[in-house]
């Protein structure tokens, strides 16, 4: 990690000049590492293009596009509300994710973005797990099949603690055994190392791994959309909320109208319009007349009511 | 597995009448399992368009393209060679596939295909694993990174196997010892039940998982090419050639051209073109003056020479 | 036409057996042309999946999936509502298109498809150009730059009419004088024939083209959305409307789902939430008041009021 | 144009600062049109990554990937002949392109990659469009039906010249007539005007459009390996060997083994390898024995005899 640290170090000491459009935001945290769960980090290793990119390109201009920032962020939230998705495919943007395998498997579904991962056929992963903090253990949801209710009791937590701990542990020295590596202080001479590609399949979900994630401003932000939404599994929130933070720095005029128009927006059905109407018309409406399933329901009452 | 068993008969059972084109082979083969590695399967459980749908399409035509087979074998040769691809896309298959989390995880890596998983936020996984056979535990390869050498003794292999077989179940008892189900044997009222999408994260990688994966035929052939290939882990190798398997009995004159032009083909460099016209020449080329890497000289002497 | 008539027909002869899932809807149109614009038409040439289909992906099923159509029902739109579109993904549809090119070039920015078009470069376009009604030819729009505005005066009209028949038919003619054609009437033996591939540039933007389309069930829905919309052109609505017919017919329930999230639904911005929220509890909000764009407001407005 | 230049030339004046990868090549270029055809160009106006990010993805580093420029090499080469795609897709760039429609509309066949066009429905395109050079004035050849054979002669090139520029005007001033713009000269306040969206179907194929494309390494070479290949049109192949250009600026090791692996590389086929073996051996081959059609036996001889 000091290692690590170094070669940071060394690329943020050196400036480059260039004639491409920046992003004073991102330039600011460029290669540093944003830290996320116990052991995973964030970090942002390249980029290309800003909010006046996006303007240039819905534009096919010559130049820089518009001259006045007021006029840019008009077009900007005038593109992302009507979904003219192109423009903001123009800007790019390069990650460096340490992450649970868990995580990794959700994450991928994600198809639009390309990724080189730490190969664990090729090289030896480190003792490294997700071991949650224990108010993060949560109940099974009993009113949702897919979901986590209230934390779990003290005795029980420190027993699941445990359990992940020790299973993790036992999991990864086995997996060492296995290995023989000749450069490790347990180097057994006599007996043959198991291949890499086959001792790993020993290892538990939580362990640690890396990659490089290189994604477009458009799939970015439904990638953020639905990973800092409140529907996902908490431990992949967590990075949905440094990937806005992220899309803060980055270009600042899109982050405001993704605010307004992707996060905290919402979607009405053809249903859900006439309740609305008539509620607004001052006439009572009752769930039974609404055509509504219980769950749209509930959800239109804590959005409106 | 009666029960699913069951419901696989019902199926072949019931025949439907469609003015649709047909893959006779791959009717014979609908829904039913295809046994791969120890626990695993390949299924079909749908697909669309046969060889004469690919000559259609390219062609662009009104019924059903050309009238002889013979032309139709030409053309999709002409087409594959000339990685036309487009008229390939327009066949679909859809597969059932129960295969190890480690394998899953490099089969999504091809990202234009679709894909539902059993969720495990949502529901329970079954206690099966992969446990490879005694004679495909391989040394760590000393000359490939990222292969296999030679078996292993069969000391170390029992041992080998005694820990995957171990750490799998340990991981999964205490998975559903952390689920605490209400319906399980050993549900105890008096503690919570850990969220399911929490509890998994101790589950090993060799876990089995399943999916429908539904994709075109010239991703298809992408795939197969990439995973029936000596280069592709053992494990997923052997679907591989599952898929090879049902390529014949769906489209079988694509099939034969994909043996010439894909599977069995080669691909030679700028320099190696240059070797090998000198040596049709009758002169004598020496790995020095090759103008190649040690690698690929040894593969242009295992082809040619 | 007559010969492609009759191929048509000899395809709806032939019945064929499958144990695939059938869409009883789609059968009855599969092959068929049905008429769009002056010369154009969308046919169904081959499907896969129909609504079941979406609900056996959704659960990883062996089997049929649910056995109650209430039940597919609740989860079918469930399913659209919280946009997991994989499911969606699984049903696959193939049309045989015939339009114009300047929609062709419209259409083809929905990537995620796949297409063979007829080729000019190969063979010869016959001459069929697409002439609006007389009550299609509107005016430039005063306040939408890139819509349409009130018709044409009877004289105006007359004379676009005129111009878009000549100038199409006059670039034709040129077009089959430079091919010169071996079997056309007015081959000139003593001058050679341009290449087709330069040839083709002389023709306008109006002359038809035809092609084969491939896409999945989600993927359809979002063309349809889009190009079902008011906010397109007239011209390439045609199509989307029938594609919202086609809809219906291949899988009823899904598009019930489709008219009350996608086609009918609307999006409410973080601001006009707020909006919405004062006039349900009965206070007065003016558009300057409300942190709307005049046109958020407008479209509000025509909305709920 | 002035205009734009003027443009281009404050862009090229102003440096920036950035921590990013920097490609001195690439920088050389930027903003500056290289000119195509008789009125197209290409920009270079955005990029992200150079050689050496390729080989820190590759290895999912923290800092610079390799020290050496030699091993960098050596892992570039290696990548790109085992088709490890992914390191590739992690360097962007974008472009600006003029180019004739009938152009565009192969290019948009790349469905990787992200476009914004200029837009006709609500802009107005200009009077530009692509006539051949005379010497480019090709026949159909008699042997390949998408292709060109000889040049015409002078006569009848003279008259399909003629042709090109009178019907490309003709269209044109008839679009100018049907938009009757307000700014323009001959605007006629009685009458009014069509709508952008009509007017243009008057217009040929040969018209120049604009658009910013944007696409990652790894596409960019597919497109270059299939469009500065001769099977492409001639038109779209001095755009493809233009692009091969900017490839050797951006990356100069992967443009060297792209000259090695794909540019100047071939696929032989597995009837081919056994010919070729058999010659190697000293054994006479002729076409008849060898399993290959006419055309792959030409491609064969000129390649290797």
Redo the contacts between chains.
Sequence with gaps: MK??NQ??N???A?????????SSGL?GI??SPLKVLDKGFVRV?????NDA?IV???R?????GTKKKSEDE?LI?YLL??RHT??F??C?I?I?VKL???I??QW??H??A??????A???ILEDEF?I?KKNH?????LTN??????E??E??SNK?LK??KE??F??YK?YT???NEKNSKEFQKE????????A???????TYT???W?I?LHNFMHFVSLRADS?S?FEIREYGKLMLKILSKWTPLTYKAF???R???????????EV??K??A?KKVTKSKSNL?NR?WKELES???
């Design positions: 290692k690590s070669e940071i060394a690329l943020r050196k400036k480059n000049q260039t004639l491409r459009p920046v330039e460029l290669y290793v390249d980029y290309m293009g990119s240039q390109a819905a096919v201009s010559y130049g820089k008009g939230r509300r009507h192109t423009p495919e123009m790019e390069k460096h649970p395998i868990f990794a498997r991928i579904r198809r639009t390309s990724i080189n991962e730490y190969s056929r090729y090289s997700y949650p253990l949560a109940q099974q949801s099949k897919q979901g986590r209710g209230n779990l009791d005795v029980t699941v359990i992940l299973d993790s036992r999991c086995n055994w296995m290995l007996r043959a190392s198991l291949s890499r590609e086959l790993r399949i020993n290892l538990t979900l939580n890396q990659w490089y290189k477009d529907h599994q605010l307004s128009y996060l905290n927006s919402t979607e009405l059905s053809m249903e859900a319009i609305i109407k509620m607004i001052g399933s749209e959005l409106f009511l």
